[in-house]
């Protein structure tokens, strides 16, 4: 019977964790908090997954909540979003104690940064906020972050944003209760596509590993699956913009979460998709092919929807996993080394790790 | 002067009591855990003052017992309250009054949804969705300026029932 089993719970945080993070390549994880700091846990017994330690605290650059934290894909370097409306650099002072020192301030944003994300490459950095924008950074040089464009046209404040697995593409999520696809060309940023069918706030998204699948979160209780068509794609799905892709909802789970769902993680090493919010648990669902609704050629062509492709099977559901306290992030390990392993922290201030079970 | 958004509210009485329970048994007991209940919730919020009157939020019939629904074993709480004029621009600040006394009174396992009385608000979906989004009251709250007007507000919370001569607290700019 699938299970989340629980490895370990990490207290150190004085106020609500809002965001965990895994390292790119070690068991290293990353915190942040109402209480205005970042911790990183370590594991400490390479034989034994239930020993952690919080080695570093990352305090004095912020001013108030840190809401989301992020590592560069190499892994040195970490970027913290805050309500202060800044987003933080921050390195580890390899040559001097060790500590993280921040080592630069991204400043624009009227008010407070909600989301960052690095791509891929490293390249560029995503971030956005509740004054309705997102912002691109080009990574430069000794740690210069040049703004290359603010986009505009969301509606509402902007609750997250993701990069694509492997391109230069970014999907943004909102109050407004869309999911947003920008591109660039050559530099010049734009919005590529609008996902529309939540009835909600978008509170998170995630791709898959293979980037043409978006799973998104909401306060209308249910995820949705979108995927990618591109321009003379097989299905016969029109993409009126020419060289844009469109995306479809291929799925929507419902009727398990009874309350707003505020994170959700699609592992790249098994392909689950975990999710939480503010009915205290944390899901873990299956994404199988649903062939019960295979729609003919004519009836793709007169609605212009895929239909329903997807369907989310329960694997493990566990209730009360912060206690009675709302999840607000949750986190698979990035890779298949500890692939099993989930992060998650909640409004009781405290960081757990899972492990999944499937036997 | 500034203007006010309600010039003429329409009072109501407020009830002379603190608390229409009777007397039960288990009351001195301080061990026993009572079920919290509408009664209860409605006592907390019943004395928070007016943004823009010196007048509680009972004798403005913005809240009222039996717009409140409690279930203690599933810890939910919904409060509907109803602003006195259909474009009061003050809802979300008397929502977010309500919120923020609930959440320092009530045990942390309670989720709490307000809401304003259907009909009764002609933004009532926007008033709403921004009185039920953690992330932006959390936000609000680390607003010292904004806190300040909460606080005072919230200062005659505690007096229970009817409130002579609450001071007019500062109106928001």
Redo the contacts between chains.
Sequence with gaps: MPRLEQLAELQGHEDRVWCAAWHPTKPILATCSGDKTVRIWQATNAQDPTQWQCTGILEGAHKRTIRSVAWSPDGRQLATGSFDATTGIWEKDEDGNGDYECVATLEGHENETKSIAWSKSGALLATCSRDKSVWIWEVEEDNDFECLSVLQEHTQDVKMVAWHPTEELLASASYDDTIKIWRDDDDDWYCSDSLQGHDSTVWAIDFDPSGERIVSASADQTLKIWQRYKPGNPQGIVTPRRGEAVWKCVATVVGHHDRCIYSVSWSHAHGLVASAGADNTIRVFDIQDYDKEILTEEQIKATNEPGTLYQGVVLAATKNAHGTSDINSVAWYPSEEHGDWLASGGDDGFVRIWRIIRD | MTTLINQNPVIYEASAQNSTREWREDDDNEDSTDPIDAQEIFDLIRSISDPEHPLSLEQLNVTQRDHITVSDEN?SVLVEFTPTIPHCSMATLIGLCIRVRLLRCLP??F?VDISVRKGTHQSEHAVN?QL?????V??AL?NSHLLEVVNQCLATATSGGVVANIKAPVAVK
């Design positions: 810890n942390s396992r989720k969705k039920n989004d953690k992330e932006r959390a936000a680390e």
